[in-house]
C-alpha cells in the first residue's frame, strides 16, 4: 500500500504507511499544525502532546488505559563541536497506530527506516505485518544499534590516544583527551536514562502491544546495557589517560627543572668568582688588563671548580 500524507491541515507535515490494521505516523521537526492534527484524531493528552513540541523532556514512559507515550533520546555526534548530543524521539504507541515524532530530523536510522516500509512492499508487509509492538521493537532496535559506531568511534579514539601518550605528551594530547572525556560524559548522559524506560518495556505487560515484551524488549535491553558497560569502560580508561598523561607532564618539568638546577649548580662557583674578579677595585692577585698569565690561571680555577661540582653530583648519584 502506498504511502498516504495527510493534507486535511495547510501546512502539515505529517507522513503515514499502512498495512492492514496497522498505521505509522511519522513526522519530522513538528509543528503546532501537526499537533493540532493529532488532537483531533487520537485522544492524546495535552500535556503529551506539548511534550512533543519540546525539545528539553527527559526520557520517561507514559501509560494510558489504550496507549503509551514514550520519550527517548539517541546520540547523534556533532562533527563541528566534537560532541555527541541527544536527539529526542517522541513516540505514541496504540494497539492500532504508532505516531514517531523528532525535533532535530537528524536520526537517519529512523528517517531510513521509514522510507524503507515506504518504498518496499516486502519490508511493509514483514515490519507493519504483524502488530503495533513488533514495529516499535523494530524501531528502538534500529535506533540502538546506531548507538554502537559512536561508541566504537570512541573506542578508536581512545586507543589512538594510548599510542602517542608514551612517546610525545604534548598539548595537543591534552586537548584531546579533554575532548574525548567531554563527549564520553555527555553520551552517558544520553544513555544512562534510557535503560529505565527499555527496562519498564520489558518488565511490565501491555496486552496492545501483543508480543513478548520480555524477549523482545529484553534484546534491546540488553543492548543499551552493554553500550553502558562499554562507556563505563571508555571513561575508567580515560581517566586513567587523563592521570598518565598529568604524571608524564609533571614528570618531564622535573626532569626539566632537574637538568636546569644542575646546569645552575655548576656554573654558580665560576660565576662567583668571575663577579669578584671583575669587580672595579683592586684585588690581590688582579688582572691587569692585557695580562694573559694571570687570567688564564683564574680560568683553570673556574674550570676546576665547575668539574669538581659536578663530580660531587655524580658521587651523590644526582646526575
Not at 142 to 152: Q, V, W
Not at 236 to 242: I, M, N, S, T
Request: charged letters at 25%.
Amino acid at each position: 500500500m502506498k504511502e498516504k500524507t495527510f493534507t486535511g491541515e495547510k501546512g502539515t507535515k505529517v507522513r503515514s504507511i499502512n498495512h492492514g490494521k496497522l498505521t505509522w505516523f511519522y513526522v519530522e521537526m513538528p509543528t503546532a499544525k501537526d499537533v493540532e492534527f493529532f488532537t483531533r484524531k487520537f485522544n492524546f493528552h495535552p500535556l503529551s502532546l506539548e511534550d512533543v513540541l519540546s525539545r528539553i523532556q527527559r526520557p520517561k514512559i507514559d501509560e494510558d488505559e489504550d496507549h503509551l507515550f514514550l520519550v527517548l533520546h539517541f546520540p547523534v555526534f556533532d562533527k563541528k563541536n566534537r560532541v555527541t548530543k541527544p536527539s529526542e524521539v517522541d513516540i505514541f504507541i496504540g494497539e492500532d497506530y504508532i505516531v514517531t515524532t523528532h525535533c532535530s530530523g537528524n536520526l537517519k536510522p529512523l528517517s531510513a527506516f521509514f522510507k524503507l516500509c515506504q518504498t518496499d512492499e516486502d519490508s511493509r508487509q514483514y515490519y507493519l505485518g504483524r502488530s503495533s509492538g513488533f514495529l516499535l521493537y523494530h524501531i528502538l532496535d534500529r535506533l540502538t544499534n546506531y548507538c554502537f559506531p559512536i561508541l566504537n568511534k570512541v573506542m578508536e579514539n581512545i586507543d589512538e590516544i594510548e599510542d602517542v601518550i608514551f612517546t610525545r605528551t604534548t598539548p595537543d594530547t591534552v586537548r584531546r583527551i579533554s575532548l574525548l572525556r567531554r563527549d564520553l560524559i555527555s553520551f552517558r548522559r544520553v544513555i544512562r536514562p534510557q535503560i529505565a524506560v527499555i527496562e519498564t518495556l520489558e518488565r511490565e505487560e501491555y496486552p496492545f502491544l501483543k508480543e513478548d515484551q520480555e524477549i523482545y524488549f529484553g534484546d534491546i535491553a540488553d543492548h543499551i546495557r552493554k553500550i553502558w558497560d562499554g562507556l563505563e569502560d571508555c571513561k575508567e580508561v580515560v581517566d586513567g589517560l587523563a592521570e598518565t598523561s598529568n604524571w608524564l607532564t609533571s614528570h618531564r618539568i622535573q626532569e626539566i627543572m632537574r637538568v636546569l638546577t644542575i646546569v645552575m649548580a655548576i656554573l654558580a662557583p665560576p660565576t662567583l668568582l668571575s663577579g669578584i674578579f671583575g669587580m672595579n677595585v683592586p684585588l690581590p692577585g688582579g688582572i691587569d688588563h692585557g695580562d694573559l698569565f694571570p687570567l688564564g690561571i683564574l680560568l683553570a680555577v673556574m674550570a676546576l671548580m665547575g668539574t669538581g661540582v659536578f663530580l660531587y653530583l655524580r658521587h651523590r648519584r644526582w646526575l
